[in-house]
């Protein structure tokens, strides 16, 4: 009876150990279900456990994991659509350039045109006009006074400069002894160009648009009004473009509704234009221009001299 007391004791010590080497092998897993009897995991990472202690999703043989992550780099690369190259289209850039803003106020007193010639600096009296010329170099404008008051400069370039000369003028005039006010400040006329990167056939548009005013007789451009924003355009074969508007803003509102209208009456681009069209995109691209075409044509007009001539004969 002892014995197989013993004989048991030995096998259910056997049973524990091999339990115990399980359990070191395997760990304790988490019940599906409830919290009772979890054991947390903690400062345990697949690196720091042997192989055979690694869930099968997660163990891999040395040099899979670089394997999988080129078929994972292939796949992304295989199902991103290629890249399809578009050509530059040349958008065509036209600069505007503003000439002349007039601009208009009041000092709100009498001026006497008399003394501002006498005592002032580079002005000129002009009698049989009733008025005043006074000039100044920065900005480079001109001013026309009349005794009422009123003041109108010309010759800046920009609507802020336009204010700056005003402004100054109406120093000057104080300066010069006269209780001077500036008020009623507004710019009343913008003259400005531009170029179209082609050349226009002023017939044709004339003839479709009605707005279209060309008397070749009287002037070699078309005449073009717009109402909104009111500008008048003055439209020459060359591509060339005038407006005259009420501010620089629709200057260039006027510059963007006639482009299309004109665009469609385009002419053909002349060897010449080519050429300077390939200069630019060379130049956009960083790279030298290439070198213009052969001339097939083998034959060259020579001009020759009189000692050539005697040569001949």
Same mark, same amino acid.
């Given at each position: 009876?002892? %014995? ?10 056997? !049973? ?6 399980l359990i070191q ?81 009041s000092v709100k007193?009498? +001026?006497? +045109? ?11 009296? @002009? ?17 026309? %006074? ?34 001077? @006010? ?17 050349? %226009? ?70 060897? !010449? ?8 995109? !060379? ?20 001009? +020759? ?9």
């Amino acid at each position: 009876m002892q %014995i197989k007391f013993f004989l048991c004791g030995k096998q259910v010590l056997c !049973a524990v150990l091999v339990m115990a080497t399980l359990i070191q092998e395997n760990g304790i897993k988490e019940l599906s279900k409830g919290t009772h009897g979890v054991v947390p995991n903690r400062g345990i990472s697949s690196h720091s456990v042997t192989n055979h202690m690694v869930p099968d999703h997660e163990y891999c043989e040395a040099g899979s994991t670089s394997t999988s992550q080129m078929q994972c780099t292939e796949t992304n690369e295989a199902m991103a659509p290629p890249t399809a190259i578009e050509e530059e289209e040349d958008t065509p850039e036209i600069d505007i350039m503003i000439n002349n803003v007039v601009c208009s106020f009041s000092v709100k007193c009498h +001026l006497n +045109l008399r003394q501002i010639a006498l005592n002032g600096v580079n002005v000129e009296f @002009r009698r049989e006009n009733g008025m005043v010329t006074m000039k100044l170099r920065r900005p480079y404008t001109t001013a026309s %006074i009349w005794s009422s008051g009123r003041v109108t400069c010309t010759g800046a370039t920009s609507e802020d400069q336009a204010k700056v000369a005003a402004r100054r003028y109406a120093r000057a005039l104080q300066k010069l002894g006269f209780q001077v @006010r500036f008020r009623n400040f507004r710019v009343v006329n913008v003259l400005g160009t531009c170029r179209m990167p082609f050349g %226009i056939r002023i017939i044709s548009f004339s003839k479709k648009y009605k707005e279209a005013d060309y008397e070749p007789e009287l002037h070699p451009g078309v005449t073009y009004k717009l109402y909104n924003p009111k500008a008048t355009l003055k439209i020459f074969s060359t591509g060339g473009v005038t407006i005259t508007a009420r501010s620089v803003s629709d200057v260039q509102s006027a510059v963007e509704r006639i482009f299309p209208l004109v665009y469609e009456f385009r002419k053909p681009l002349t060897p !010449a234009d080519e050429e300077l069209l390939r200069q630019k995109r !060379a130049a956009r691209a960083g790279v030298p221009a290439p070198a213009p075409p052969p001339d097939d044509d083998p034959m060259h007009l020579v001009t +020759l001299s009189d000692d050539d001539n005697d040569a001949w004969e």
